[in-house]
């Protein structure tokens, strides 16, 4: 039996998509889900305040009885608590498996960059409210049970990892940023003008020098400007990789969707499929 | 007789805009304003393609008879030419006044890291066009001509840089960042959730070490949001500079509005006010 901790480091849940994911994981009998009281705390913007969340995200890092560490939702915040999080980890921390994405990424850049357990981009219990959200969060599930069938279908011999750019350029030159060099990256992207995306890409890839390549995942709901770019989201990841000398190596199958898929940062946590 | 360029490495101006800025400078004898034909050109979301925007930007910081190159507007797009402009930049660019802000802080910061001509955080043509706008590029005219009075009224013995808080996020650790070391940085923000602003200074804050101080200028339009964030943009800046040990030094008269004042960077270009 793994036992799964879930906080939020970002954003709250409702009791209700607690409910439904916890129906869901009722199926897979090999893991069991233990939502904490953090997840749906509100103060302001955040699941509580910066000490509630961090406090959480501790204990459950800490808490020897569980095996994995599942962010509920992003939404922003883990920004605030994170840095300070990690110096509390202590060696149970290092044992676990840590999933989240968009601003989770936060989290798993920090315990990535310390080499602390098995980071994975993986749906969270919030994808449950979309449309189909069961596809996603059970693909998690499934994942956390030791299939290997939700995993992002291009994860070659390379190490790879895997972010909202958003997120990601928000980390680049800070103390959480990982050493990249050598991985696949895979990006996507929720909500940004595509001008936005293009200013990100402008941003971020003088601190991916080195990378073995980038992928693309979706670039979803894109808002109507007043003026259409007329480039298409891989028309500018093409253009920077080549203004840097990057690999451009296609597209990936990740997004703020339903289709999400997993990806385990680095080479390990690739469950049966290794 | 001061020749002023002006130029749009970023987005498109009207006519229009340029027939009213050209009514109001013949208020201004002392300059003469020449519109690029480049700053009416469109493709696509820009001023024109990369390799126009480019050429008119490095036309026209070459140019002897020009004494200042002034952005039209703008808008996103300045990232995809001023690095490869700056290298065509000859000597009579070193002489020159640069104007711009917003997206056009790019351009200053690539020449201020350079120390190429005199760098001016100050309004631009497409100003025009907000409700009393002749006010806000009245400004940048009278300082053209000499007069001290639009200068940021808290400009000391420190040297000063201004930017849009976004602007600023992108151009760090990419080869136009300055060194911004011992100065007062002003920052200021439009059109973002309070949410992005407090997540743009946890990015901003690592690349800042060693400033004598921040300013926060207004941060305008900021949208709605499904959760109120519960902290103003202050208590955000207050909060990040604390972090930081940055010294947080109160408010900057300076953002995407008609009252927006003239930052000359550096110490130099004070005008009679030195």
Redesign the interface.
Known sequence: MLRVAICAPS?AITYDIADRVKALAADYPAINLDFHAQCFE????FAGSDAVRLAALVECANDESYGAVWAARG???A??VVEDALTQFGPSAATKIYLAYSDGGTLLAGLYKRGIGQVVHAPMPSDIGRAGGEEAVGRTLEYLSGAANGLESSLDARPVAAFNL?TL???????LMPDLAGHVVLVEEVAEH???V???F??VM??LKGIAGLRLGRVNDVPI?D?????SAEQIARHWCARNSIPFLGLADIGHDVANKIVPFGLAGRGVAQ
């Not at 509100?42 to 913007?45: A, L, N, V, Y």
């Not at 350029?169 to 103390?175: E, I, P, Q, V």
């Not at 003026?227 to 480039?231: E, G, L, R, S, T």
Request: glycine fraction near 12%; charge should be positive.
């Open positions: 954003r509100t103060q302001g913007h939404g922003y915040g920004a605030r958003m350029a928000m980390l680049c030159g800070t103390s595509l001008y936005a293009d200013r990100l402008f941003h003088p601190h400007n003026i259409d770019f007329a480039q």
